[in-house]
């Protein structure tokens, strides 16, 4: 199933009521609301359900037991309550452990900006803690906010400024790269999740967990365009108020010439794609694509030609 005919978990009351229990009782009292938000998707959620236990299938390696997906399950559920007190509250609720920070303030104190690239796993919204101890620089996130809207307007309502400082990528490609390119011409932090495509966007195909699985190219051209700094960038999910920002060098700048442009595409995608192997198996259960990342890629695409601005959701 496509993840962009997914349809967005709960609806608005749901959301709003979660919202309102967790900042009325707290992070303790919320977190025992998981484990029947979590019973509820696994008995319902067919498709997500098995999506899980496919990837689960491939990075750990042993036979799959419903209590790894349940697991799963639930460690999502424990990321997105958690974005509600980043929010909110910011990292006070949390112990948040900074990995390559040094490397990371390098490129901000040099004023180009840098281009952090993630994936789908753990919080990106872990990220705001950086941004509390970084005040002088700005960070701008590349999201599709029409992709879960319910969830989008309550973390909306609960920080406006957020709100306001994020790219929203359905807005069209042209606008999108028009405010990146904006915020590196301010040195600001620009962040986008680089593991998942949308219906038309240009990709390439290149091994990740043992089989090919398709990756966008639209984050490198948009990379190759600014000419800052990249980094990889992981808010990986250690478990109770536990996380883990991972900053890693990538680039000094990325450059993809027209000529030879589809094999250099392949060896960047081809790197950034074990990068976020790497993550998955040291934290298999905290990579969130819920629908089967490898059977989408149909036909193997062509050299990429064309930038499309992937449309991005944390959820």
């Known amino acids: 199933m496509s993840h962009w005919r997914q349809r967005e978990g709960g609806g608005w009351f749901a959301i709003w009521l979660i919202r309102c229990i967790a900042l009325r009782f707290g992070r303790r009292v919320a977190r025992l609301l998981l484990y029947p938000i979590a ?3 696994f008995l319902r959620r067919a498709d997500e359900r098995l999506a899980s236990r ?3 299938e491939r990075v750990l390696d042993r036979p799959v037991t419903s209590r790894d997906v349940f697991h799963h399950i639930h460690l999502f559920a424990a ?8 929010l909110a509250r910011g ?3 949390f112990v948040v452990e900074v990995e390559g920070l040094a490397e990371l303030d390098r490129h901000l104190d040099a004023g180009k900006g840098v281009f952090l690239i993630g994936s789908h796993q753990g919080s990106f919204e872990a990220l705001r803690a950086l941004s509390a101890r970084r005040p002088d620089v700005a960070l701008r996130v590349v999201l599709d906010k029409q992709k879960t809207p319910a969830l989008t307007a309550v973390l909306e309502a609960l920080a406006p400024d957020v709100g306001d400082a994020v790219i929203d990528a359905s807005r069209g490609g042209t606008s999108v790269a028009l405010a990146m390119a904006e915020g590196a011409s301010q040195g600001a932090m620009l962040a986008l999740l680089a593991d998942r495509g949308h219906p038309g966007e240009s990709s390439r195909i290149v091994s990740f967990l043992g089989t090919p699985a398709p990756f966008p190219v639209g ?6 365009a600014l000419k800052i700094p990249v980094m990889v960038c992981m808010g990986l999910y250690l478990g109770g108020n536990r996380y883990k920002l991972v900053f890693e060098p990538f680039a000094e700048s990325i450059d993809i010439p027209r000529a030879g442009r589809a094999e250099v595409l392949d060896a960047v995608v081809a790197r950034y794609a074990s990068r976020v192997e790497h993550y998955c198996r040291t934290y298999p259960f905290n990579w969130f694509n819920f629908y089967d990342f490898w059977q989408e890629m149909g036909a193997a695409d062509g050299p990429a030609v064309s930038a499309h601005v992937p449309r991005h959701s944390d959820a």
């Open 91 to 93: 990292e006070r609720d």
């Open 219 to 224: 984050p490198w051209l948009l990379a190759s």
């Open 79 to 86: 990321t997105l309550l958690d974005r509600l007190f980043f």
């Open 54 to 56: 496919l990837y689960l």
């Open 39 to 41: 019973g509820y998707f």
